[in-house]
């Protein structure tokens, strides 16, 4: 009953996700018991095996550290200078899970008409005040929705409102400690100061009320030092190199070149350069969608390839170029080669839902990255704004002429053209809430979704893949409308 995957993929037709509807199998485990831990690198595990695209829109420090503390990992954009994006991978390595990524700070003399611009635009609904108006300036006061709900004239200075008297913990205080400060004192923020009063850290009991909740089997990702895992994208220009030494010199944990088209000389060179002068250090290369290309790359040392061409939601490649592939086949003709020769697969744009993690993961990936699942979300770099009553953020694909004129034009090869192909879109998604709660969910539902497979773990699945076991088929429009809602006036639609 059914098609094998060799079967199915091997007609000359090009299926996404939603062409395919995998068989279910027996079930003789729970959903509890389904492990989704798998390989993003040769080295580098993960329990859940969900990453962040390194796109401007997606993955800066706040997003990374949020990935990484739900057991994915998000991989930081390079559309930014080699220090600052050096920074952010030096802040997640950092980071201490229970502390604020980002500690808001403003001056004194800030007004309170500041501070409301900050809420609706960020999510964040007090600050510290220093006297530079940053971290690391000398503590004032603190300043939250306490302070400045009653007050009528929103031009009134910070300091006029703040509480000056403010509990706090000297430098060093352990996250269990500052945990243990805010519930002795009932208090919701706990600046970290130094021996100069200068301001180094926060905690905060959100942060802590937030983690506490977290599954079991979403234990943070952390490296040999347990620090949290991050990574970073950089392209293969001369001038990356000196940005790869300071992605390594920052803790980065694995490196993406970054290319809609990485089977290209440019790709096999800096993977030889970075295997010479770093190697310690993993590197992802891609985007591939066919064996051959994947092979070529495999063979030159990559240690994880990124499979999809123009199946992004903001992707216009296969519009623009004529190349590229249905994601469904992609990943399942890259696997076929690479999971034969020991290298994973991250499955890479085009993921709408968790039933397109579980399809990724069943047809061969490792892992799978998303864009615009994680775009919209409270750790998603840029600000909330409103359009037709609806709260939104921006997302933009990194070929879009908007990203470009920025400087991602080098993902698309176009750096020494004078006209700039646009190969992506910019647009906006609606707000999505954290992360922190989006990805636990999707990955039990994709444990989920393993237990009507029948398949207890990914190797499981591979081994299911590979014998023929693991059964599918083709669905038609008429099947892909049935498979969704239909035939209601309204319903309420599950937030992912
Ligand atoms: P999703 O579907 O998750 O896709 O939003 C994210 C992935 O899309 C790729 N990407 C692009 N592809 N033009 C493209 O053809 C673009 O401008 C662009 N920007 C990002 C990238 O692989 C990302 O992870």
Redesign the pocket.
């Known amino acids: 009953d059914g098609y094998s995957a060799t079967q199915l993929f091997g007609q000359g037709v090009s299926y996404t996700y939603d062409d395919v509807i995998m068989h279910p199998g027996h079930i003789c485990f729970g959903a509890h018991e389904v492990d989704l831990t798998s390989n993003v690198t040769k080295n580098i595990k993960l329990r859940v095996p969900i990453v962040s695209?390194?796109?401007d829109t997606v993955t800066e420090a706040e997003m990374a550290v949020a990935m990484a503390t739900v057991g994915g990992m998000g991989f930081i954009h390079y559309n930014c200078t080699i220090a600052e994006q050096a920074a952010m991978v030096a802040k997640v390595k950092a980071h201490s899970p229970g502390f604020v990524v980002n500690v808001a700070c403003m001056t004194p003399d800030t007004p309170i008409s500041a501070l409301d611009a900050l809420k609706s635009t960020k999510n964040f609904s007090s600050v510290c005040v220093t006297d530079t108006g940053a971290l690391g300036g000398k503590l004032l006061g603190i300043v939250t929705s306490r302070d400045i709900d009653f007050v009528s004239d929103r031009s009134t200075p910070l300091e006029e409102v703040m509480t000056r008297e403010v509990v706090t913990a000297p430098a060093g205080t352990s996250a269990k400690a500052a945990q243990e400060v805010l519930r002795a004192n009932k208090k919701g923020r706990l600046p970290i100061v130094n021996a100069a009063g200068e301001l180094v850290a926060l905690a905060t009991r959100a942060v802590f009320v937030g983690e506490r909740f977290l599954p079991p089997q979403g234990a943070p990702s952390l490296d040999g030092q347990g620090r949290l895992r991050c990574g970073a994208a950089t392209g293969t220009r001369e001038g990356d190199k000196e940005r790869i030494a300071a992605l390594v010199a920052a803790g980065v944990d694995a490196v993406i070149l970054d290319s809609?088209q990485g089977d290209s000389t440019y790709q096999l060179q800096m993977l030889a350069y970075i295997k010479q002068q770093h190697p310690a250090l993993d590197v992802i290369c891609g985007?591939v969608v066919t064996g051959a290309q994947a092979r070529r790359l495999i063979e030159a040392g990559a240690d994880g390839l990124?499979v999809?061409?123009?199946?992004?939601?903001?992707?216009?490649?296969q519009e623009v170029c004529a190349v590229g592939r249905g994601q469904a086949t992609a990943v399942y003709q890259v696997s076929r080669v690479a999971n034969q020769l020991g290298v994973p697969i991250i499955a890479?744009?085009?993921?709408?839902n968790s039933g397109h993690i579980c399809k990724a993961l069943a047809l061969g990936a490792s892992a799978v990255?998303?864009?615009?699942?994680f775009?919209g979300t409270t750790e998603a770099p840029g600000d909330y704004f409103y359009i037709n009553g609806q709260r939104v953020k921006k997302?933009?694909?990194?070929?879009?002429l908007d990203?470009m004129a920025k400087g991602s034009e080098a993902r698309?090869l176009s750096d020494t053209q004078n006209l700039k192909i646009?190969?992506?879109?910019s647009g906006t998604v609606k707000d999505k809430g954290s992360v922190r709660k989006t990805v636990p969910y999707l990955a039990q539902a994709v444990r989920q979704g393993f237990q009507d497979l029948g398949v207890q773990d990914v190797p499981q699945a591979r081994k299911a893949l590979a014998g023929g076991s693991m059964r599918m088929e083709g669905r038609t429009g008429a099947a892909q409308a049935e498979g969704g809602v239909h035939d209601l006036l309204t319903y309420e639609k599950t937030p992912w």
Not at 308 to 317: D, E, L, P, V, Y
């Open positions: 695209s390194p796109m809609s985007n990124r999809g061409m123009g199946s992004g939601s903001i992707c216009t490649t890479d744009g085009g993921i709408q990255m998303c864009g615009s699942m775009a997302y933009r694909g990194m070929g879009s990203a698309y646009a190969q992506g879109v």
